[in-house]
């Protein structure tokens, strides 16, 4: 028997949240006052009903006042930098010589790698971050290290090994001929593993610490395996001066990455705000996604991301934490940033509008959207129990709450394809 069938049918009673099907360019909400989510042996949904007598005949676990809702998920945080949230040393470059790569370099020691690897899914548990999209160090100790701890907490992660071969200090630079196949060992090792629950991503750090047969190897090796590719871009205009003297060959940015193979269907590009048309059109094109950072993006001085031009052309938009430039591992924090963000720019959004991204919308960006994302029957059974103050009860306030004041609604407990992760 399989460890994804042992369990039996059993249900949850709560108050439940989820995203819903809406009409295109809206977000719609499922609210419900008593509900039973009821899961199936295998950790899959098999109904989200309202409430009543008899509904259910197995275990019903009550959860009640709380909340029930899909589990968080960050499309974007560096596991080696846990450690560092709040290094105010400069704008992205500097904050990269002076904070980041000091910190990475430590992560040679397996034993360093390990402890810092507990206390990061420790954090994501208890954020309610059910599924983590992750940048670990250049190292591939670390990396496995990272997985290891990602299985024992019974997450669900795409993560890989950063790739960088110039413009970096020594301790982190590996080659091509080292990267590569270290790379290739760990999708070996932790493609598929818990089962299916992790999956190994192809991860450039970004154009300019990256040499082009580097790049090129990495999207070869993304093929063959049809692996997720994560990297950055247009974060700030520096970086993209940066690239322009490295890869002269280019005529932007994004074209780089088109150039080397790297703008796939499962390609996430995290920040995406120095961007010209022809990029964003570009983007669009290929099926890539883009991941907002806005959190980041404050604390760097990097810019705001016009939510606007991916939205006009249908690009899939995820959100991250970007730990450690972002200050927090609670995606209601990404979610907050994200309404100021647009703030900035003269637009707003809702707080439906900001929950629907950071659960279903980001699913789709990630390419789970048919596996999590919302509570709807047949989606593994990825879910969060969050209890607000007693005087929160209707649909707004819950949403009020959640995004905004965050402190007061607290996750009690977590899921992965139904079984307990948290506390
Ligand atoms: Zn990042």
Same mark, same amino acid.
């Given at each position: 028997?399989?460890?994804?069938?042992?369990?039996?049918?059993?249900?949850?009673?709560?108050?439940?949240?989820?995203?819903?099907?809406?009409?295109?360019?809206?977000?719609?909400?499922?609210?419900?006052?008593?509900?039973?989510?009821?899961?199936?042996?295998?950790?899959?949904?098999?109904?989200?009903?309202?409430?009543?007598?008899?509904?259910?005949?197995?275990?019903?676990?009550?959860?009640?006042?709380?909340?029930?809702?899909?589990?968080?998920?960050?499309?974007?945080?560096?596991?080696?930098?846990?450690?560092?949230?709040?290094?105010?040393?400069?704008?992205?470059?500097?904050?990269?010589?002076?904070?980041?790569?000091?910190?990475?370099?430590?992560?040679?020691?397996?034993?360093?790698?390990?402890? @810092?690897?507990?206390?990061? =899914?420790?954090?994501?548990?208890?954020?309610?971050? =059910? =599924?983590?999209? @992750?940048?670990?160090?250049?190292?591939?100790?670390?990396?496995?290290?990272? #997985?290891?701890?990602?299985?024992?907490?019974?997450?669900?992660?795409?993560?890989?090994?950063?790739?960088?071969?110039?413009?970096?200090?020594?301790?982190?630079?590996? +080659?091509?001929?080292?990267?590569?196949?270290?790379?290739?060992?760990?999708?070996?090792?932790?493609?598929?593993?818990?089962?299916?629950?992790?999956?190994?991503?192809?991860? +450039?750090?970004?154009?300019?610490?990256?040499?082009?047969?580097?790049?090129?190897?990495?999207?070869?090796?993304?093929?063959?395996?049809?692996?997720?590719?994560?990297?950055?871009?247009?974060?700030?205009?520096?970086?993209?001066?940066?690239?322009?003297?490295?890869?002269?060959?280019?005529?932007?940015?994004?074209?780089?990455?088109?150039?080397?193979?790297?703008?796939?269907?499962?390609?996430?590009?995290?920040?995406?705000?120095?961007?010209?048309?022809?990029?964003?059109?570009?983007?669009?094109?290929?099926?890539?996604?883009?991941?907002?950072?806005?959190?980041?993006?404050? #604390?760097?001085?990097?810019?705001?991301?016009?939510?606007?031009?991916?939205?006009?052309?249908?690009?899939?938009?995820?959100?991250?934490?970007?730990?450690?430039?972002?200050?927090?591992?609670?995606?209601?924090?990404?979610?907050?940033?994200?309404?100021?963000?647009?703030?900035?720019?003269?637009?707003?959004?809702?707080?439906?509008?900001?929950?629907?991204?950071?659960?279903?919308?980001?699913?789709?960006?990630?390419?789970?959207?048919?596996?999590?994302?919302?509570?709807?029957?047949?989606?593994?059974?990825?879910?969060?129990?969050?209890?607000?103050?007693?005087?929160?009860?209707?649909?707004?306030?819950?949403?009020?709450?959640?995004?905004?004041?965050?402190?007061?609604? @607290?996750?009690?407990?977590?899921?992965?394809?139904?079984?307990?992760?948290?506390?």
């Amino acid at each position: 028997m399989s460890a994804r069938s042992h369990r039996s049918p059993r249900a949850y009673r709560g108050r439940l949240l989820t995203p819903a099907a809406a009409p295109a360019g809206g977000s719609a909400v499922r609210f419900l006052d008593d509900a039973l989510l009821v899961v199936d042996e295998a950790g899959l949904i098999a109904q989200a009903l309202p409430f009543a007598p008899g509904a259910f005949r197995g275990p019903v676990l009550d959860l009640r006042p709380a909340v029930l809702m899909p589990g968080f998920i960050d499309a974007h945080i560096h596991f080696p930098q846990t450690r560092i949230i709040g290094s105010a040393s400069g704008a992205l470059l500097d904050w990269l010589e002076r904070s980041v790569f000091p910190e990475e370099a430590r992560f040679r020691d397996d034993g360093y790698a390990a402890l @810092v690897a507990a206390e990061f =899914t420790a954090r994501l548990r208890a954020s309610g971050t =059910t =599924t983590c999209v @992750v940048f670990s160090s250049s190292c591939p100790g670390a990396t496995d290290q990272l #997985f290891r701890a990602l299985l024992h907490a019974g997450l669900r992660g795409i993560a890989g090994l950063t790739l960088m071969d110039q413009n970096c200090p020594e301790a982190l630079c590996v +080659p091509r001929d080292e990267a590569i196949p270290a790379a290739r060992d760990l999708v070996q090792r932790w493609h598929g593993e818990g089962h299916g629950l992790l999956e190994f991503a192809i991860t +450039p750090r970004f154009a300019p610490s990256c040499s082009r047969p580097l790049m090129e190897a990495a999207a070869r090796l993304a093929q063959d395996h049809d692996l997720l590719v994560q990297t950055h871009v247009a974060e700030t205009p520096a970086e993209a001066e940066a690239t322009r003297r490295e890869h002269p060959w280019a005529r932007d940015y994004l074209d780089v990455y088109d150039r080397v193979g790297l703008l796939t269907g499962r390609t996430l590009l995290a920040h995406s705000i120095h961007l010209s048309s022809r990029e964003w059109d570009r983007i669009a094109e290929t099926g890539s996604s883009v991941v907002h950072c806005p959190d980041s993006n404050f #604390f760097l001085g990097s810019g705001r991301m016009r939510l606007g031009d991916a939205r006009a052309r249908a690009v899939p938009v995820a959100l991250g934490s970007d730990v450690g430039a972002g200050r927090s591992f609670d995606m209601r924090r990404s979610m907050s940033s994200a309404f100021d963000n647009a703030v900035c720019l003269g637009d707003r959004l809702t707080p439906a509008d900001l929950f629907v991204v950071a659960t279903q919308g980001t699913a789709d960006a990630v390419g789970l959207g048919r596996v999590i994302g919302s509570l709807d029957a047949g989606k593994e059974a990825d879910f969060i129990a969050v209890r607000f103050p007693e005087h929160v009860l209707a649909e707004s306030e819950v949403l009020n709450h959640l995004v905004f004041a965050s402190e007061t609604a @607290v996750v009690q407990r977590a899921f992965v394809r139904g079984k307990p992760i948290y506390p």
